[in-house]
């Protein structure tokens, strides 16, 4: 039986940061294998409070930004 590489594809990791201009908390969606299994790159995205641009590193592609809940 040949070995395979795991099904990545709709897997979805959740982070939750700071912005770096507001330090405002927010949650990050974004896709991927956990940050142990796989590499971290950078990538882009909006603050949802003071919406100015951040950069931050994560397994995969930011999907989904949102204010950080409770």
């Known amino acids: 039986m040949a070995a395979s590489a795991p099904d990545t594809h709709g897997a979805h990791v959740m982070l ?10 927010v949650d990050l969606e ?10 971290q790159t950078y990538h882009e995205y909006f603050c949802p409070h003071c919406r100015k641009q951040n950069i931050q ?3 995969g592609e930011i999907v989904a930004v949102s204010p ?3």
């Open 16 to 25: 939750s940061v700071h912005c770096a201009h507001c330090r405002g908390a």
């Open 30 to 39: 974004c896709e991927g294998l956990p940050a142990y299994l796989g590499y």
């Open 57 to 59: 590193r994560t397994p």
């Open 68 to 70: 950080a809940r409770g």
